[in-house]
Structure formats: structure tokens, C-alpha cells
């Protein structure tokens, strides 16, 4: 849905001529079929595969982190590694995501936008809010220590291996 989105917004002058996505990593042949079939080249750039040091780079430079996954329940009882990444950027998130544990993160830390992944027209809104946030200053977020810290890999780690030690008792 969000190249759905993106081929809507495509028509948008101001918008349009504003936003860049850059999609880093491998994409299959039919992903990068659909984008030049929604004429988005203008707005859509691949960056091949690169190292985790090159795609903290590229985290840092942008103005806005997109976070998409399916709308499934595993999805909405689980975190992913690529959102403690994203807080640890400090900047705002575009959340393509089904209701659950990121979106109430993301919603109660006012870390960005949540959007719902089956609807194209919530995906819209969400990058226009986005959009009009930073156009206006508005796009600054702060993220608690409390909260990183919470979910840095170490104890991330560390709470793993309690559960994991815990079952071998």
C-alpha cells in the first residue's frame, strides 16, 4: 500500500517535489517493476546492499525513518531490532504498522506517526502529517533515555538470556 500511497502523493507539486525515498538493500525485480509501473523513479531511489556502519549513516542523514510491516499478529505482539536503530537516530518514524507493542511505544513517546499498513488513504495522511511536521518545525522528537535504555541491545540481551536461563531451571 505505500507505493500506492507514493503514486497518489506523486501528483501532489508541493509534495512530490519534496520527498524522497530511498529504499536500501535487495529488492526483487518485481518490487523494482511495480515502482517504474507507478512512475515513481522521481521519488523512489534504490541504494544497493550495504554495510549496518553505511546504513546508520544513511539513517542519520534522513529526515524521516519509514518503518513498515504486514498486518498480522505477530507483527503486533512483537518488536524488531530496526525500531531500537530508528529511536537510537532520534528521528521521527512514519510507522507502517499493525496495532500493538510498536505502535503504543511510538503513540505514547510521540516518536512519530502510526499509520494502519492495509489502508493506502491512512498512509497518505500520515506522510502529509510528516511532511507538514517538518515543513513547520515541528518534527523534532525526544526520545526518553529511559526508553533507550530500556531497549538497547545489552539488555535487550540480557533479558533474553534471564528467560532463557529461567526455563533451564
Do not use: Q, W
Not at 90 to 115: D, F, M
Not at 117 to 136: A, L, Q, T, V
Amino acid at each position: 500500500k505505500l507505493l500506492e500511497a507514493l503514486k497518489d502523493i506523486s501528483s501532489d507539486n508541493e509534495l512530490s517535489k519534496k520527498i524522497k525515498v530511498n529504499f536500501i538493500g535487495l529488492f526483487n525485480e518485481e518490487f523494482k517493476d511495480k515502482v517504474n509501473s507507478y512512475n515513481l523513479k522521481t521519488i523512489i531511489e534504490f541504494k544497493s546492499f550495504c554495510s549496518h556502519k553505511d546504513s546508520i549513516k544513511y539513517m542519520v542523514k534522513s529526515n524521516v525513518l519509514i518503518l513498515t510491516l504486514a498486518n498480522n499478529k505477530t507483527h503486533s505482539l512483537a518488536y524488531t531490532l530496526k525500531l531500537f536503530e530508528y529511536l537510537n537516530a532520534k528521528k521521527p518514524i512514519l510507522a507502517i504498522v499493525p496495532e500493538g507493542c510498536i505502535s503504543k511505544l511510538l503513540l505514547e513517546y510521540k516518536l512519530g506517526v502510526v499509520v494502519n499498513p492495509d489502508d493506502k488513504n491512512d498512509i497518505i495522511s500520515g506522510i502529509k502529517e510528516i511532511f507538514y511536521r517538518y515543513k513547520n518545525n515541528e518534527s523534532v522528537i525526544n526520545v526518553p533515555e529511559r526508553v533507550l535504555k530500556k531497549f538497547n541491545r545489552i539488555n535487550i540481551m540480557k533479558e533474553l538470556m534471564f528467560y532463557i536461563e529461567d526455563l533451564y531451571k
